[in-house]
């Protein structure tokens, strides 16, 4: 029996194991954050995943993209860089289905990230900070090319991450609403806009809006990317993409605050940061419906004090916190 058939909404579903219960996030209206009455904001909660990001959803759809290819057996060690989130839904897969995890990651994330790898029994391996993802993404290329040992999914390149959207997340979200007006997520790998655009418009037509929420460069929000840093990851496929709005990083961690204090939405930075994108495209638009995504829960940024701290102290810290 397939998850949809048993599926037993609200409660959830019933699911063989936590796998299979990975998606089918709730989407949930912001009328306090709505600019206009005639507009409808609503957040698709990825936090609500297993390991508390959207990455499960495309970290499943790679090890199994691979399984079914026959390029991974058990005991294979995956290789993936990564700024956490992909690592972290990597680790719990990895540690299900046998395989031995090694991520290459920025050395300046959060705490709580190195130790919820850990805890999934993933090996890190550090890259300089100052470089960002693209620092991992050329470590890990090097370390592939050295050692034929390594699979690396590479969820730059590997179509199965946009497909992971395009067979779930976009169809969760035309089962909920007729018609989208604009579809808002945050540009990291560019998986979760190039599914979502794909499938949507193959629904909506042009009606629907595919907006990309980009950091400015030089101020890294953590999980999101600068195309102006120079690497357009190849899954990518510009034409989809109907805008590209940059964010501060101040208005990135202003708008992460008004999620959780107007709306109780306790997400992460990068969510804050496409919250804003799509309130300013909510404010815009006379009628209808605005999607954005909650890439992430806040529990793995708390020690960066964004949560508790007053403002003002915040938003003058080193932008390299929030990488
Ligand atoms: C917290 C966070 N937000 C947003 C994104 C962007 O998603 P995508 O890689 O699908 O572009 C990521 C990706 O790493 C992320 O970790």
């Given amino acids: 029996m397939s998850a949809r058939e048993l599926q037993n909404r609200p409660c959830g579903g019933r699911y063989v194991d936590v796998l299979q219960s990975i998606g089918n996030t709730p989407i949930v209206e912001l009328k306090r954050l709505s600019p206009k009455p005639g507009v409808r904001l609503w957040a698709k909660l990825e936090s609500r995943n297993p390991t508390g990001s959207v990455k499960d ?173 120079g690497f357009i990851p190849p899954i990518i496929d510009l034409s989809l993409l109907d805008r590209k709005i940059f964010v501060t990083n101040s208005d990135a961690i202003v708008w992460t605050r008004k999620l959780l204090d107007e709306e109780g939405i306790f997400a992460g930075v990068s969510s804050g940061a496409i919250a804003r994108v799509a309130a300013r495209i909510a404010g815009e638009l006379d009628e209808g419906n605005v999607v954005f995504i909650v890439a992430d829960d806040g529990w793995r940024y708390l020690s960066s004090g964004v949560y508790t701290r007053p403002l003002e102290e915040i938003e003058n810290l080193e932008s390299t916190l929030w990488w």
Avoid at 82 to 99: A, D, E, F, P, V
Avoid at 127 to 145: I, R, T
Wanted: charge should be negative; include cysteine; glycine fraction near 12%.
């Fill in 57 to 229: 959803r495309v970290a499943r759809s790679m090890i199994e993209d691979a399984e079914e290819k026959g390029a991974i057996s058990a005991g294979q060690v995956i290789l993936e860089p990564t700024s956490g989130n992909t690592g972290i839904s990597l680790g719990m897969i990895c540690k299900l289905r046998g395989y031995p995890l090694k991520v290459v990651m920025p050395d300046n994330v959060t705490p709580e990230r190195t130790q919820l790898l850990q805890m999934w029994g993933a090996e890190i391996v550090f890259s300089e900070g100052a470089k960002g993802s693209n620092g991992a993404v050329e470590l890990a290329l090097e370390l592939a090319a050295s050692d034929s040992r390594y699979y690396m999914p590479y969820q730059y390149g590997n179509e199965a991450n946009p497909l992971a959207h395009y067979n779930g997340t976009a169809v969760e979200i035309l089962e909920e609403l007729d018609q989208v007006a604009a579809f808002v997520a945050g540009l990291g790998t560019g998986g979760t806009l190039m599914g979502n655009a794909r499938r949507l418009k193959e629904a909506l037509g042009d009606s629907v809006k595919i907006v990309a929420a980009e950091p400015m460069q030089g101020e890294p929000v953590q999980g999101l990317r600068s195309l102006d840093d």
